[in-house]
């Protein structure tokens, strides 16, 4: 399945997922008391979207949150496309930093492994051992589910899922991408084993206002009217009132 998200490719809309039912019916994710939460991001945004509202719970409940930043997120415009900023990297690492600073305090540590955009799947050995050393029993690790479409983020979602059932580790996985290309109507996604976190007003809007420091994706970067790496189509999904999450995170 080849990923295609533009102006003519826009997925399903987030108003079949709304009439679908689907949303509703899944039982409560019930959290529990960690001590430390690792949130593994395979590019900057995807901690904001996808993880914004549980991030906000849990530090607010005192647990220590960690977001591994597996790449800068460098490869998301094309070569020679982005406009007069060329440090795309560094553009990223900035509007990871300003997110999280909007989306809770204490803002949640950032190490980062600088793993290339789009080639996670050749360095999951770097990606393994950085979550073995972060590994125990009372942590909670979230990270994309295993099938979500990207090869990152399927790639993210299969180590973290093998190295937390080694070290004995619960974890989630989030649905960035899956949201595009699932059909609420077929039995594309898990609904087994998802559950779902209801946020509260002031989450949605804190996560929103987060979200809107990724300026790099949800506005044309470069000076020829490109459009935005997220359109506003796609972000309509990272507006509800409850987020997602794969009990297992596996495939």
């Known amino acids: 399945m080849e990923l295609i998200v533009d102006h003519s490719h826009l997925g399903t809309p987030e108003s079949s997922w709304q009439r679908s039912g689907r949303l509703e019916a899944l039982p409560p994710l019930e959290v529990g008391e960690p001590r430390r939460v690792v949130v593994v991001a395979p590019h900057p945004d995807d901690e904001v979207l996808a993880v914004g509202g549980l991030i906000q719970r849990l ?3 005192g647990a220590e949150v960690e977001v591994l930043a597996v790449t800068d997120g460098e490869g998301s415009h094309p070569a020679g496309r982005a406009g007069p900023t060329s ?4 553009v990223r690492r900035r509007e990871t930093e300003l997110a999280l600073r909007r989306l809770c305090s204490p803002a949640p540590a950032v190490i980062r492994l600088g793993l290339p955009d789009g080639q996670v799947a050749g360095h999951v050995e770097q990606l393994a ?12 690790w979230v990270a994309p589910w295993a099938r979500d479409g990207h090869p990152d983020h399927d790639a993210c979602g299969r180590v973290a899922s ?4 080694e070290r004995g580790v619960r974890s989630l996985g989030y649905l960035v991408w899956a949201w595009h290309w699932a059909d ?3 039995e594309d996604l898990p609904w087994d084993r998802c559950v ?7 989450s949605v809007v804190r996560r929103l206002w987060a979200s809107r420091a990724f300026r790099s994706q949800i506005r044309p970067l470069g000076a020829d009217g490109d459009d935005p790496v997220l359109p506003p189509a ?3 999904r990272f507006q509800r009132r409850m987020e997602v999450f794969v009990d297992g995170g596996a495939g």
């Open 87 to 90: 440090d795309l990297a560094a």
């Open 162 to 165: 093998e190295v937390a059932e």
């Open 234 to 236: 796609v972000l309509r």
């Open 129 to 140: 051992d950085a979550l073995s050393e972060r590994g125990r029993r009372d942590d909670l």
């Open 196 to 202: 779902g976190l209801a946020l509260d007003q002031a």
């Open 184 to 186: 609420p109507n077929r």
């Open 59 to 61: 530090v607010g409940s």
